[in-house]
Nanobody, 120 residues
Framework: QVQLVESGGGLVQAGGSLRLSCAAS?????MGWFRQAPGEDREFVAA??????DYADSVKGRFTVSRDNAENTVYLQMNSLNTEDTAVYYC??????????????????WGQGTQVTVSS
């Protein structure tokens, strides 16, 4: 069982930046980020394995996912934020070593979420 705790959300103006962090209680093979806007389904944002990353088209070039394996922490650096990025952001983790696209990875563990609000 891996417990995940997100931090770093908040209110930012359009064009600004935020950095989300997610601390895991143990090692995870793949860690990722999802988001859910009001009235919308949860959607994939980004993920990172030991040697590869994957991003949703909507965030490519603006968001960067990284990890600190020594600290079992994953980060999401979000730049050039716009109002469509407003959502609750969830951290996810999994320990199955399978070779599929990270956007389709079957994550087993989820954080409680952190709110990101982008004002115009």
């Amino acid at each position: 069982q891996v417990q995940l705790v997100e931090s770093g959300g908040g209110l930012v103006q359009a064009g600004g930046s935020l950095r989300l962090s997610c601390a895991a209680s143990g090692r995870a093979y793949v860690m990722g980020w999802f988001r859910q806007a009001p009235g919308e389904d949860r959607e994939f944002v980004a993920a990172i394995g030991w040697s590869r990353t994957d991003y949703a088209d909507s965030v490519k070039g603006r968001f960067t996912v990284s990890r600190d394996n020594a600290e079992n922490t994953v980060y999401l650096q979000m730049n050039s934020l716009n109002t469509e990025d407003t959502a609750v952001y969830y951290c996810a983790a999994g320990n199955r070593a399978i070779g599929i696209a990270l956007s389709s990875y079957p994550f087993d563990y989820w954080g409680q979420g952190t709110q990101v609000t982008v004002s115009s």
